[in-house]
């Protein structure tokens, strides 16, 4: 049960990261994960917004890869309450141990997103002082949460 807590708590937590507007903070601005906006410095106090209407092919990626670990988890979790409501042993441990795997990629997925997306930003674009935020934060907490739940389920 307390993995199967987990593992919904760290979803949770990469669904409220994928829709929070905080995953860059600056002097001025905040930008999430679904807009392709830079923001540049063009003097002490002001900030200059460029959008784009295409997004560029790392965050359409670091998108695809948090929805996918989103999907999947979704799919992990209805096998744990499956297992949770069988009766035959091998049943149970089948749905548990498929759980556990499913969450166990998911937590790579988020992994990798959050990994390309930093390294994307700093790369990419010439942005204004800045700071990565809560919604950042939030994905490596569901990133963590997930594994732990995961290993309640194999184990």
């Known amino acids: 049960v307390f993995g ?12 409220v990261s994928i829709c929070n507007k905080y995953w860059i903070i600056g002097e001025g601005f905040n930008a999430g994960i679904w807009e392709s906006c830079v923001y540049n410095a063009t003097s002490v106090n002001t900030v200059l917004k460029t959008c784009y209407e295409k997004k560029p092919y790392w965050q359409n990626a670091v998108i695809g890869l948090l929805v996918f670990s989103v999907a999947f988890g979704f799919l992990a979790t ?8 069988t009766t035959a042993l091998p049943k149970k441990i089948y ?17 990798a997103a959050l990994v390309i997306y930093p390294v994307a930003i700093e790369l990419e674009r010439q942005m204004a002082k800045h700071s990565y935020g809560v919604g950042f934060g939030l994905g490596w907490g569901g990133s963590i949460i997930l594994p732990s739940g995961c290993s309640m389920h194999v184990s």
Request: proline letters at 0%.
């Open 95 to 111: 749905y548990y141990h498929s759980a556990g795997e499913i969450y166990f990629i998911c937590a790579l997925s988020t992994a």
């Open 4 to 15: 199967f807590g987990a593992s919904v708590f760290g979803l949770s937590l990469t669904v």
């Open 78 to 85: 209805i096998l744990t309450i499956c297992g949770m409501y």
